[in-house]
């Protein structure tokens, strides 16, 4: 599933470059030291695990570095982490030996994502909702102090600032703050007191009654009055422009000259949610049962095109921007879905051309706009999507003097257009655009001449992210695997002859950002029993670790790193990776075999059978506790997974929950090959899409599972939301067979073992509502083999450390019980 329903801590990496002056030279302690530590048991490395510990309040483990990011001048890192104790962050700054600590308040305004100008002597960010700039060796100056935070902003190509506040955009100069309206966008009609309504009784009006003849004669003359003073007065404020007034603004684009504004707009009355979708919160402050809203359902989610204009601040005139340049944007991409749906009707499907519901591609999972000026500010790029049949991506340049759109580069997939692997914009001197496609099987760096044929960067069956182009162009910096599809380095290509070079070798999980003079990279990197920590290393150098933010205690206990195998796979060519635990004793052997027990991640597209840190570190922790109880534990990145290509991605399309529990047995036989695994004491768990998969391996091979665990599970998938689901599944009333066959609720006749079912209420994410359904429905199916445990004030990843105690002593009971009786 996408980033929101993945249980995991997300460890992101935003790359700026600051530019401020130094820290100062003393600084308080971190909070971290200043804090008693909380009352949990202390760990010995001679202790056994224990549940109360494993999920305590995660402070005891240390808290991680957060948003890393580099000074102007490349001498200071800023970076955020979680004061102990408490749900509050605090800023840092460390020099290149580490040599640092806390920021106080007043330079918290330093450790922001920074914007540079063209010519990089000038930077501007937001902090709290209001607009600082600074100068390479100079104190910030904020611009704007308001309650009202600014929407967005940009630099010109003369280091002027353009920012938005709603829907008016002003232009302010860096030097002196001062602040002119630059264009302003009405949703409404335009006033013309001097034009007759097209009525009869108004022209009969105005030709019969002098009084009101004259009052069209007057206003005439002042709107053209009006118009003569804007022509000639610099000093009043431009005209604005009039949009309709059943559409809202989506975003504002302006050129880096801020002559030309892209609008993107779409109709004001398309609503996330409908007024029955709520969520009972029963444990209110006031005592009462508070109806919370909800999101809409994919059955009812409503998806309304974006609408494209050029708006010239200038001359006034508003250029609208059809789909016409787009290859493809009117064929019937879902015809032979539509057509099996209907033959099970009993009916034939005619298809038909008709205009596609297009919109900006969605920011899932990448940090830039899909709106892209060039350096020059000559030139519009654009990243487009089939937002409701999720087939087509697009990217597509504008003549910004007739608004036509000339296709790039068509991403086409039968079954869905990633949600990553998205990022794109311009070479250094305007004349291509680079960008990253999964047209080869794996998400791989182009370089496409806007008149020419695109050329591979990269080539291979690894997945490349996060690009960053060098200031003179001749070099993209990016991470991949290319070494093995759990272990992530950071490379480079010559722009020119496409040689690769590898700028790091740390054998685990990383993120990196580039310094300021591009002889260093700050990295983010982790390891399978170490979290993650900063690293500065010099290009083709050799690493240093920067901070230390892991406790002594976690780092004195010996915790079993998992191996990374891979499993043969009874059902395509290449093999399913998976994270396994060893036992560490053999008390629970029986016939000299062990118990095992299969962990399925949540998310869907996510991968957790890699070399770094896994954001499931309280599983990590679990499995290490399984394993000195005597199992074999298997972490599976089933079909479906992120980090192995297209195809793996795409396996699941239509028919959800079926490949992945083959993969999981495909898991179990193998265990039983080579790790002395007894089939008959397999038992797994999961939350989230792990919790669909739990449901899923109990109800269509219970011969298979001998207990199972959903946490958070979905069991409906026309209960889930839009944004994911329609991606795999289309939509319900289009394609109701995917539903049936990929919803657990239509297959829980097949129930035989153990299964517990544990959900939040407060879940906005996976209703808990899902959960209710599944339950009436095994209630009504006479299942006796089932429990459930409710958590009231548990959201989709619980916050309480209770829940997760309370959560686990269950699931190691089921386990304990049904595998090792």
Known sequence: MKKWISLGLTLSLVSACAATPEPPTASPAPLSQQLPPLPVPALSPADPLTLKRIMADPDWMGNAPQTPQWSLDGRRIYYWQKEQGSKLSRAFAVDAQGNGGALPYSDWVLAQEKTLSADRTLAAWLYEGNLFVAQAGHPPRQLTRDSSAVDQFSFTLDNRLLVRRGNKLYRIDPATGRSLLQAELVFGQKPDNAQVTDSYLARQQKRLIRYVDNQYRDAADLAARQAERRAADASLAPEPFYLNASERLVTLSPSPSGRMLLAVVTDKENRWRQDHDIMPNYLDKKGYVAAQPARARVAEAEVAPHRLMLLDTVTGTTTHISWEGLAGFEEDVLAGVKAENAARRGEHYHSAPALRVITLMQDWGWSQSPIQWSPQGDKLALMLEAQADNKDRWLATVDLTTGRLTTQHRLHDEAWVNYTHNEFGWSRDGQSLYYLSEESGYSQLYLKPLTGQARALTQGEFVVSSVTQSRDGDRFFFKANRHHPGQYEVFSVATDSGKLRQETD????????????????????????????????????????????????????????????????????????????????????????????????????????????????????????????????????????????????????????????????????????????????????????????????????????????????????????????????????????????????????????????????????????????????????????????????????????????????????????????
């Open 506 to 821: 740390l054998k685990g999980s990383l993120d990196y950002h580039l310094s300021p003079d591009e002889s260093r990279l700050l990295l983010t990197a982790s390891s399978r029993t170490r979290p993650p920590e900063l690293f500065l290393q010099p290009l083709s150098g050799r690493p240093s670790q920067l901070t230390h933010t892991t406790s002594s205690e976690f780092l004195k206990y010996p915790w079993q790193a998992p191996e990374v195998v891979a499993i043969p796979s009874s059902h395509q060519a290449k093999p399913v990776y998976a994270r396994l635990f060893r036992p560490l004793n053999d008390s629970r052997k029986r016939n000299g075999q062990y118990p095992a027990v299969i962990f399925n991640h949540g998310a869907g597209y996510l991968q957790n059978g890699h070399f770094g840190w896994s954001g499931y570190f309280r599983e990590f922790m679990f499995h290490n506790l399984l394993a000195q109880h005597g199992y074999v534990v298997m972490d599976i990145d089933y079909r479906g997974s992120k980090g192995y290509g297209r195809d793996w991605r795409t396996a699941i399309y239509r028919n959800m929950g079926h490949s992945e529990v083959e993969d999981m047995i495909d898991g179990i036989d193998w265990m039983a090959a080579t790790q002395s695994v007894d089939p008959q004491r397999v038992g797994t768990y999961g939350g989230s899409y792990g919790g669909f998969l739990t449901f899923m391996a109990l109800f269509t091979q219970p011969e298979r599972f001998q207990a199972g665990a959903a946490l958070r599970p979905v069991t409906d998938w026309a209960h889930y939301n839009y944004g994911y689901t329609s991606n795999i599944l289309n939509t319900p009333d289009l394609d109701p067979i995917a539903y049936e066959r990929s919803s657990p609720i239509e297959f829980a006749q097949g129930l035989q073992k153990p299964l517990l079912i544990m959900s939040g209420v407060l879940d906005d994410n996976v209703f808990f509502q899902d959960s209710v359904r599944l339950v009436q429905r095994l209630i009504e199916l006479e299942k006796p083999m089932f429990e459930t445990a409710i958590y009231p004030v548990e959201p989709h990843g619980f916050r309480q450390p209770s829940s997760w105690l309370d959560e686990y002593r269950r699931i190691f009971r089921l386990f304990e019980e049904n595998l090792n009786p």
